[in-house]
């Protein structure tokens, strides 16, 4: 399957922590993205990262990318209860429009 | 103003039965896109559509037919519907396809149950 994998499946953590997720994928990429999901609702773009960049940040997000690794990891510093959410990321490779994604890291943050 | 929807929001339906999932995105994106979402939550492409013009095909069974009216729409016809269809579909677009392909805009789901 060329499905990646997340780490860990499921999260629980106290409001105020640092929530941290972990992607692999398994082929040569374009770029990486991250995605979150609300229970019930549709994706919603976090961030992208090139295969050239190795950190990127966004306001409470850093994500890194280890190309020879393959992997990249999401970092959520001061989690709120709002953050709440699965939390998938998506690789796209060169010339293909198609993203293929993890299966996705379940986040619970509890006030 | 939503930016991709897509009708309905739920379908329950029998098994054998023809039903379709319309989407409409208002971003002015050149790529429309469905994906599957199964009751273990992998979120997989079906469907790739680029100005009307179909681009990815994911071995999806012909039961299902994407039509792409103009680039503003992709509906999502299924026929003989089978249990293992039941599955949250999404529709997604993005404004470029090829080497520029980037964030992917997602609609709210159609939640398809079929029994």
């Known amino acids: 399957s060329q499905q990646g994998e997340e780490d860990p499946q499921a999260l629980s953590i106290q409001e105020g922590e640092n929530a941290t997720m972990n992607c692999s994928y398994k082929?040569?990429?374009?770029?990486l993205q991250w995605y979150r999901q609300n229970s019930g609702r549709g994706l919603v773009h976090l961030i992208l990262?090139?295969?050239?960049?190795r950190e990127k940040h966004s306001g409470r997000l850093r994500v890194t990318l280890d190309t020879s690794k393959k992997s990249s990891s999401l970092l959520i510093t001061a989690s709120r209860a709002a953050d709440t959410a699965s939390y998938f990321c998506?690789?796209?490779?060169?010339?293909?429009?198609?993203?293929?994604f993890g299966t996705g890291t379940r986040l619970q943050v509890f006030p | 103003d939503t930016a991709v929807s897509q009708t309905p929001k739920y379908l329950v339906t029998q098994m054998g039965n023809d039903k379709s999932i319309k989407c409409e995105q208002n971003?002015?994106?050149?790529?429309m896109y469905w994906y599957k979402q199964d009751s273990k939550k992998f979120l997989k492409i079906m469907f790739s559509?680029?100005?009307?013009?179909?681009?990815i095909n994911e071995t999806v069974p012909n039961r299902f037919s994407p039509k792409s009216p103009d680039k503003a729409h992709l509906n999502l016809h299924i026929n003989s519907l089978e249990l293992g269809d039941s599955a949250v579909y999404f529709c997604?677009?993005?404004?470029?396809?090829?080497?520029?392909?980037?964030?992917?805009?997602f609609g709210p789901g159609t939640r398809l149950l079929v029994l």
């Open positions: 997604a677009s993005s404004q470029a396809s090829g080497p520029l392909a980037e964030t992917q805009y």
């Open positions: 082929t040569s990429i374009n770029n």
């Open positions: 971003l002015g994106h050149d790529t």
């Open positions: 998506a690789t796209s490779r060169y010339n293909t429009d198609k993203l293929i």
């Open positions: 990262i090139r295969s050239n960049e």
């Open positions: 559509y680029n100005n009307k013009e179909l681009i």
